[in-house]
């Protein structure tokens, strides 16, 4: 079974400096994708970052990038710059793929709050 | 292209009711996944619907069913109320199994 572990349950850091939120996994595929989304207090989940685990190159978005190490399944999420509007869940999905089970796996998520 | 809708994005039921929620994917998706949020057991998921068909269920008692329309339309209907179905039910959209994509969620209360 396909599980995602999140260890840090809240996080916080002051407005215009860098945190790095953890993400861990396990799966038994070769090729498949990861997710970063972002829940702010709306509720409303968006979609920060996607990485194919068949490229090694880290994945960047503005902001946002990865460090991913497949073999250690580790995946983590590095904000830049934090901004006000950044405070929110920040949850780490797996999708299987292919076959009839495809669906998404969430971590706990991880609560990160950006201070002023 | 406009975003995943859902409706409505309240309600309070009782114990014991029924109830359906509506979602709308984005236009040109035409796989809708559903998930349940709870604070307890974090974000699970229900079912996917592909081309009307539900291609993969989760984990869930009988009580949750849901179907897919030939515009891509999903309800999903959850029957005999229990107060642990309080939940935010999320619904998602994608192409066919890559990025989904999310709605603002309905917030369902059952007293």
């Known amino acids: 079974a396909q599980t995602v572990t999140q260890s840090q349950p809240e996080m916080s850091v002051q407005e215009a400096e860098t945190v790095t939120l953890s993400c861990t996994y396990d799966t038994s595929e070769n090729n498949y994708y990861l997710f970063w989304y972002k829940q702010p207090p709306s509720r409303q989940m968006i979609l920060v970052i996607r990485q194919e685990a068949y490229k090694q190159q880290n994945a960047t978005e503005n902001r946002f990038s990865v460090n991913f190490q497949k073999a250690a399944k580790s995946f983590s999420l590095k904000i830049s710059d934090s901004q006000l509007g950044d405070t929110a869940m920040y949850f780490c999905?797996?999708?299987?793929?292919?076959?009839?089970?495809?669906?998404?796996?969430f971590g706990k998520g991880t609560l990160l709050t950006v201070n002023p | 292209k406009a975003g995943v809708t859902q409706t409505p994005r309240y309600l309070i039921k009782t114990r014991g009711q029924q109830v359906t929620l509506s979602c709308s994917p984005i236009s040109g998706h035409r796989s809708v996944s559903w998930y349940q949020q709870t604070p307890g057991q974090g974000l699970q998921f229900l079912f996917e619907?592909?081309?009307?068909?539900?291609?993969n269920k989760g984990n869930f008692p009988g009580r949750f069913s849901g179907r897919q329309f030939s515009n891509s339309r999903s309800e999903m209907n959850v029957s005999t109320l229990e107060l642990g179905d309080s939940a935010l039910y999320l619904c998602?959209?994608?192409?066919?199994?890559?990025?989904?994509?999310f709605g603002p969620g309905t917030r369902l209360t059952v007293t």
């Open positions: 999905a797996l999708p299987t793929s292919g076959g009839s089970n495809y669906k998404l796996t």
């Open positions: 619907y592909f081309s009307e068909t539900q291609r």
């Open positions: 998602a959209s994608s192409w066919d199994r890559g990025n989904q994509y």
